[in-house]
């Protein structure tokens, strides 16, 4: 079957559209109609040869009481759907009432399996019969799915005499028909297509950066591949055809099983379609999905593990619903989301402005830790998963979980404009649990927005895309793990830090510097003694003799009475300043992989304030259990180039010139 045989039955029914539904749907709700019609019809006729077996085997399941009918029904279709239903869509094409017609559509829509019902549910397609029966349109719909110069089955059409006239149409080209309708209709009206739809480049890249680095390491065997925000489940079945071709090049028998969650019905209903539609019904089995189906709520495989995972999470999304109905920031306690750490609890959960890093903590939890090849994940963020969060919020506690425990291989900023609906800045994060050795303790950053091409057209804000040289590229120089100026290698922790609080004493005029004040007496002082550099601090704790004074951690030593004491000052807010400490402080962080002790924090920490605060704040001092660990990957800081400076003889020609047209415009307004 040729690509320009496919190219004119997706035109053919891209054109049904035109012919039939032209004055009763506006442009954008065509795809109501067709996607939904499109998969019926090939799954009637797939099913035309085995009717009568079905037919034949639910009336004997019925008489002899049998309930669940499913598995047999399956068996004796042949397929992994059935229709139980009196007609196939042939029958209807001779019906003479409108009425006729509807209602046995109906009771042919309705004798379609279980999992097709799913499908035919989420695409709302029953809500369309009404309006077409009422344009009498529905018979001219059937008539040109059935058209004779179209040959939607499996299986040829013959001439009379036994030769072909038209080719059956396999799985694989039925799915790549379904796919290119999908296309065209997301890229039609491409306010949404973005929301549902990430462009093949960039799952092909995806697809290359899970798989490649492992290649030479895929044994014969099953694999399990996840999406927890599958769409219409095109980055599962491009991450499929890269492991098959991966795996069959080196001599493996492989299978796939593909398993993905999605909220939104039609996209949901699309995926399941297009995985029946390519004779994948175990898998379209294996998507879960509807709008009651939240990933982040309503987890469809609590426990499950996968081998190979990628996702293309929502951005910029709300989750405050999944957030109430897990019990409120207070409530959750999803293991997913509240997870141990190096002794102590880590609350992933972030801002319920925007869930895309819990889709990546979802996928995590996911991981195989008891294989040889473990885990791989590949998922696409916007920039704000790189920094949003202060230290000890989720988001940074996210990043902390991720880098401490040494899964992110590295992160490829892509080009600008790459998606549909946006022209943010995005990236592709690579994970595993499973880390080579040469790349262990370390991250990679690759710079690849200049590695694209142009598109001719643009597709809604898409205007360029990645080539097979692209990818290659940027594949390549991930392998390799040399340091360029598109690839930079940084060890763990110089994404970590300490942000430590640090704090001045309250000093206020006419006070007595010789004793400690209450908590009380401050409060009145601070709202009647007047604040002044050179007053005296105010005291508010007195210590036993023979305390050790440690200035940097507020215990100060003074004269009392003659005798030398150590006090503690009360802070002044107004001068209470925030420092973040890079781990890289610490010199032994510099070694990939190494995490700062107690003792590090400490010398690092006391260090850094010698050096860049008591010169300018000799009595300043911190509090250690104000400190929290942070992390965050400040992309562009690592590759930013500073614009060279212009020579002064360009300035003093700009400047010259500017002052010509100045002489020049006053002598036109003087009339000179």
Same mark, same amino acid.
């Given at each position: 079957?040729?690509?320009?045989?496919?190219?004119?039955?997706?035109?053919?029914?891209?054109?049904?559209?035109?012919?039939?539904?032209?004055?009763?749907?506006?442009?954008?709700?065509?795809?109501?109609?067709?996607?939904?019609?499109?998969?019926?019809?090939?799954?009637?006729?797939?099913?035309?040869?085995?009717?009568?077996?079905?037919?034949?085997?639910?009336?004997?399941?019925?008489?002899?009481?049998?309930?669940?009918?499913?598995?047999?029904?399956?068996?004796?279709?042949?397929?992994?759907?059935?229709?139980?239903?009196?007609?196939?869509?042939?029958?209807?094409?001779?019906?003479?009432?409108?009425?006729?017609?509807?209602?046995?559509?109906?009771?042919?829509?309705?004798?379609?399996?279980?999992?097709?019902?799913?499908?035919?549910?989420?695409?709302?397609?029953?809500?369309?019969?009404?309006?077409?029966?009422?344009?009498?349109?529905?018979?001219?719909?059937?008539?040109?799915?059935?058209?004779?110069?179209?040959?939607?089955?499996?299986?040829?059409?013959?001439?009379?005499?036994?030769?072909?006239?038209?080719?059956?149409?396999?799985?694989?080209?039925?799915?790549?028909?379904?796919?290119?309708?999908?296309?065209?209709?997301?890229?039609?009206?491409?306010?949404?297509?973005?929301?549902?739809?990430?462009?093949?480049?960039?799952?092909?890249?995806?697809?290359?950066?899970?798989?490649?680095?492992?290649?030479?390491?895929?044994?014969?065997?099953?694999?399990?591949?996840?999406?927890?925000?599958?769409?219409?489940?095109?980055?599962?079945?491009?991450?499929?055809?890269?492991?098959?071709?991966?795996?069959?090049?080196?001599?493996?028998?492989?299978?796939?099983?593909?398993?993905?969650?999605?909220?939104?019905?039609?996209?949901?209903?699309?995926?399941?379609?297009?995985?029946?539609?390519?004779?994948?019904?175990?898998?379209?089995?294996?998507?879960?999905?509807?709008?009651?189906?939240?990933?982040?709520?309503?987890?469809?495989?609590?426990?499950?593990?996968?081998?190979?995972?990628?996702?293309?999470?929502?951005?910029?999304?709300?989750?405050?619903?999944?957030?109430?109905?897990?019990?409120?920031?207070?409530?959750?306690?999803?293991?997913?989301?509240?997870?141990?750490?190096?002794?102590?609890?880590?609350?992933?959960?972030?801002?319920?402005?925007?869930?895309?890093?819990?889709?990546?903590?979802?996928?995590?939890?996911?991981?195989?830790?008891?294989?040889?090849?473990?885990?791989?994940?590949?998922?696409?963020?916007?920039?704000?998963?790189?920094?949003?969060?202060?230290?000890?919020?989720?988001?940074?506690?996210?990043?902390?979980?991720?880098?401490?425990?040494?899964?992110?291989?590295?992160?490829?900023?892509?080009?600008?404009?790459?998606?549909?609906?946006?022209?943010?800045?995005?990236?592709?994060?690579?994970?595993?649990?499973?880390?080579?050795?040469?790349?262990?303790?370390?991250?990679?950053?690759?710079?690849?927005?200049?590695?694209?091409?142009?598109?001719?057209?643009?597709?809604?804000?898409?205007?360029?895309?990645?080539?097979?040289?692209?990818?290659?590229?940027?594949?390549?120089?991930?392998?390799?793990?040399?340091?360029?100026?598109?690839?930079?290698?940084?060890?763990?922790?110089?994404?970590?830090?300490?942000?430590?609080?640090?704090?001045?004493?309250?000093?206020?005029?006419?006070?007595?510097?010789?004793?400690?004040?209450?908590?009380?007496?401050?409060?009145?002082?601070?709202?009647?003694?007047?604040?002044?550099?050179?007053?005296?601090?105010?005291?508010?704790?007195?210590?036993?003799?023979?305390?050790? &004074?440690?200035? #940097? %951690?507020? !215990?100060? +030593?003074?004269?009392?009475?003659?005798?030398?004491?150590?006090? $503690?000052? /009360?802070?002044?807010?107004?001068?209470?300043?925030?420092?973040?400490?890079?781990?890289?402080?610490?010199?032994?962080?510099?070694?990939?992989?190494?995490?700062?002790?107690?003792?590090?924090?400490?010398?690092?920490?006391?260090?850094?304030?010698?050096?860049?605060?008591?010169?300018?704040?000799?009595?300043?001092?911190?509090?250690?259990?104000?400190?929290?660990?942070?992390?965050?990957?400040?992309?562009?800081?690592?590759?930013?180039? &500073?614009?060279? #400076? %212009?020579? !002064?003889? +360009?300035?003093?020609?700009?400047?010259?010139?500017?002052?010509? $047209?100045? /002489?020049?415009?006053?002598?036109?307004?003087?009339?000179?």
């Amino acid at each position: 079957m040729e690509n320009g045989q496919l190219t004119w039955i997706t035109n053919f029914i891209w054109g049904i559209a035109d012919d039939v539904l032209r004055d009763l749907y506006v442009r954008g709700k065509y795809r109501d109609v067709i996607l939904p019609m499109t998969v019926i019809r090939r799954l009637d006729a797939v099913l035309e040869p085995t009717k009568q077996a079905v037919l034949d085997m639910k009336a004997s399941l019925e008489k002899a009481g049998i309930v669940h009918q499913d598995a047999a029904l399956r068996q004796a279709a042949g397929q992994a759907f059935y229709n139980t239903s009196p007609f196939t869509l042939r029958d209807l094409k001779a019906r003479a009432s409108r009425q006729q017609l509807e209602a046995d559509f109906r009771a042919c829509l309705d004798g379609f399996s279980p999992n097709v019902q799913e499908i035919i549910d989420n695409f709302e397609f029953r809500n369309q019969i009404p309006r077409l029966a009422k344009a009498d349109a529905l018979g001219t719909l059937i008539q040109k799915f059935l058209d004779s110069s179209i040959n939607l089955s499996p299986y040829p059409v013959l001439n009379s005499d036994g030769t072909v006239r038209l080719p059956g149409l396999d799985n694989h080209a039925m799915g790549t028909i379904f796919e290119e309708l999908v296309r065209r209709f997301n890229e039609e009206n491409n306010e949404e297509a973005g929301e549902h739809w990430t462009p093949r480049d960039a799952v092909r890249l995806m697809a290359r950066l899970i798989f490649e680095p492992i290649a030479d390491q895929i044994e014969s065997g099953t694999y399990l591949l996840y999406d927890g925000a599958c769409g219409t489940g095109g980055m599962l079945t491009v991450a499929e055809e890269t492991l098959l071709q991966l795996a069959k090049e080196r001599g493996k028998q492989v299978s796939v099983h593909l398993f993905g969650q999605e909220i939104n019905a039609e996209t949901y209903a699309i995926c399941k379609a297009d995985l029946l539609l390519k004779g994948e019904g175990d898998a379209a089995d294996n998507i879960v999905g509807g709008p009651e189906h939240s990933t982040l709520s309503n987890d469809a495989f609590p426990g499950r593990t996968f081998d190979f995972m990628l996702s293309n999470p929502p951005y910029g999304k709300s989750w405050k619903s999944d957030l109430e109905r897990m019990g409120g920031k207070a409530g959750i306690k999803d293991p997913r989301f509240v997870v141990q750490h190096r002794g102590e609890e880590l609350s992933l959960i972030t801002r319920s402005s925007d869930g895309q890093m819990l889709f990546l903590v979802n996928m995590l939890s996911k991981m195989k830790h008891d294989t040889p090849l473990g885990s791989r994940i590949a998922e696409v963020h916007n920039g704000s998963s790189l920094f949003t969060g202060d230290a000890g919020q989720g988001e940074s506690n996210i990043r902390r979980w991720i880098i401490e425990n040494d899964w992110l291989e590295a992160i490829v900023a892509l080009p600008l404009n790459m998606f549909y609906n946006t022209g943010i800045a995005t990236y592709v994060w690579v994970l595993t649990n499973r880390k080579p050795d040469h790349r262990k303790g370390r991250v990679q950053l690759i710079d690849a927005t200049q590695w694209y091409k142009p598109l001719r057209k643009n597709l809604g804000k898409k205007n360029c895309e990645l080539s097979e040289e692209d990818i290659r590229r940027i594949v390549d120089t991930f392998l390799k793990f040399e340091e360029t100026e598109q690839s930079k290698i940084f060890p763990n922790a110089a994404f970590g830090y300490w942000k430590v609080t640090v704090e001045r004493p309250l000093r206020l005029k006419g006070i007595d510097p010789e004793r400690a004040y209450t908590p009380k007496e401050i409060k009145a002082l601070r709202e009647t003694a007047e604040r002044a550099d050179d007053a005296p601090p105010v005291i508010k704790k007195i210590h036993k003799p023979g305390t050790a &004074p440690d200035p #940097l %951690r507020g !215990l100060f +030593e003074v004269v009392i009475g003659g005798k030398p004491r150590v006090v $503690e000052y /009360e802070p002044d807010t107004e001068l209470r300043d925030s420092e973040q400490i890079p781990f890289l402080e610490c010199q032994a962080c510099h070694q990939p992989g190494y995490l700062p002790s107690p003792e590090d924090q400490r010398t690092a920490i006391e260090t850094f304030l010698r050096r860049e605060v008591l010169p300018y704040a000799p009595d300043a001092w911190y509090d250690p259990a104000s400190v929290k660990v942070g992390y965050e990957i400040n992309f562009n800081r690592y590759f930013y180039k &500073p614009k060279a #400076l %212009r020579s !002064l003889e +360009e300035i003093r020609a700009d400047l010259l010139a500017v002052e010509k $047209e100045a /002489e020049g415009l006053l002598n036109e307004i003087l009339g000179g």
